[in-house]
């Protein structure tokens, strides 16, 4: 599971800035205090292989984020030729591996950067072992090729001879055609099992909203419900009948099904609601809603835009909840989007419960009742307090974020300036206390 996140040089973050990550994770805060820049670096690793699968580049625009050039993303107080630094902790029990990049701007095209370096610290099995990747160049009569040079020290515990192999951000992990660079297969199957940004869903704030008719697709290797939640019908479609996680299922007498407990969970955050999938030609599908419950009556079902924007933003959430497995990371922005305060606390409350899963959640939201859902679900031990991790981001260049902790019953007792305290405010104005 990933720990931790390291920024330098990108947007705000000029200073090495290190980010804790846990299970579930809030990042809320103020308006350009580096909430989204830290997703983004996740979302462009992601995109990345994406674009091209054996790639020694980082792409800043793909199908998660559109984020310009090297000179828009860089920080604007350091000059061009300065490198973008990402690093990203991963931990499993006692062991630990720690991949670093290094990138510089592509002298042939300014919409990409150059992967320098790559450092790769693991400990493994009580022992520390270092890997530093450095790009070089192969020129031959026809071509040239890039590829990383590692050297690796002549210790007993290492292998014997120094060697050059190529490294590519194919699934951003190391190929499995170079096992010769390990001790042993468990060693790589290691860094396997930890570093793959591609297996990640992501819902961004800009959803599509509702349609009367949804188009089918052809579907990428990691379906998804894409960063709009354009596919979402398609996705429930495609997987209505495949099982969920026990822990997700609203009730253990229904079909734990994608499709019945998406219904489900639309009736546990909106109070009631039924969801009809009708696929109409090879290429269109229908998704019929109600706002309530008519019971097996399938007939008094209307077109989303006809129930309300709330129903349609929400559910490619529950969506990808329901088919994220175990390993793999969701993130969210403003899952707040339309939603009534108490459909807010009880979809954070279906996220708490997919983290439990095994699925890691990043959530960014400026709502308080988000916040508190969260913390309700600590008070009903469907997460512990040292699974939510929650960062406020704030304007200050010396101390860019505060953690703040959430005790057992889900308490908070050090609440700072501008933390979800605009309503404490606001009602000291109104009646004087």
Request: glycine share 6%; with cysteine.
């Amino acid at each position: 599971m990933l720990s931790e996140i390291t920024l330098k040089n990108f947007k705000c973050f000029k200073n090495n800035t290190k980010i804790p990550v846990k299970r579930i994770n809030l990042f809320t805060g103020i308006n350009g205090g580096g909430k989204s820049t830290v997703l983004q670096t996740l979302l462009m690793m992601k995109q990345s292989p994406e674009v091209r699968k054996n790639t020694h580049q980082i792409f800043f625009n793909g199908s998660c984020v559109e984020l310009g050039s090297f000179r828009d993303v860089k920080n604007s107080s350091l000059s061009h030729s300065e490198a973008i630094e990402f690093a990203y902790k991963f931990k499993e029990e006692d062991d630990h591996v720690n991949i670093h990049y290094v990138f510089r701007a592509d002298e042939n095209d300014g919409m990409l950067a150059d992967i320098e370096k790559m450092n790769i610290n693991i400990r493994y099995n009580n022992k520390e072992f270092k890997y530093p990747l450095e790009k070089k160049m192969y020129e031959s009569e026809n071509s040239v090729e890039t590829y990383y040079e590692v050297t690796v020290p002549r210790q007993a515990d290492l292998i014997e001879e120094y060697g050059s192999k190529i490294i590519t951000l194919e699934n951003m992990s190391l190929s499995k055609d170079y096992r010769e660079l390990f001790i042993e297969d468990e060693h790589l199957d290691f860094i396997h099992r930890n570093i793959d940004f591609t297996k990640t869903h992501y819902i961004s704030a800009d959803r599509i909203g509702p349609k009367d008719f949804y188009l089918r697709q052809n579907l990428a290797d990691f379906p998804t419900v894409g960063s709009k939640g354009e596919f979402t019908a398609d996705i429930l479609s495609r997987k209505k009948n495949e099982p969920v996680y026990d822990f997700l299922s609203v009730d253990q007498d229904a079909p734990q099904t994608v499709l019945d407990q998406t219904e489900a969970w639309i009736g546990i955050v909106f109070g009631e609601g039924k969801i009809r999938i009708k696929p109409l030609e090879a290429n269109i599908i229908i998704m019929q809603m109600s706002s309530q419950n008519f019971g097996r009556s399938r007939n008094l079902l209307y077109k989303p835009v006809n129930v309300g924007f709330g129903y349609s933003y929400a559910l490619p959430i529950i969506v990808s909840g329901l088919i994220a497995e175990e390993g793999e990371i969701l993130i969210i922005e403003n899952p707040e989007a339309h939603l009534h305060p108490s459909a807010q606390s009880q979809l954070s409350k279906f996220l708490a419960k997919v983290s439990a899963c095994g699925v890691q959640v990043f959530i960014e939201s400026h709502s308080d009742h988000i916040l508190n859902g969260l913390r309700v679900a600590v008070l009903d031990e469907v997460i512990k307090p040292d699974e939510l991790n929650i960062i406020y981001f704030q304007r200050d260049e010396s101390h860019q974020f505060i953690e703040i902790p959430v005790r057992k019953g889900g308490s908070i007792e050090d609440w700072p300036d501008g933390f979800c305290d605009q309503s404490d405010k606001d009602f000291k104005r109104l009646f004087g206390f």
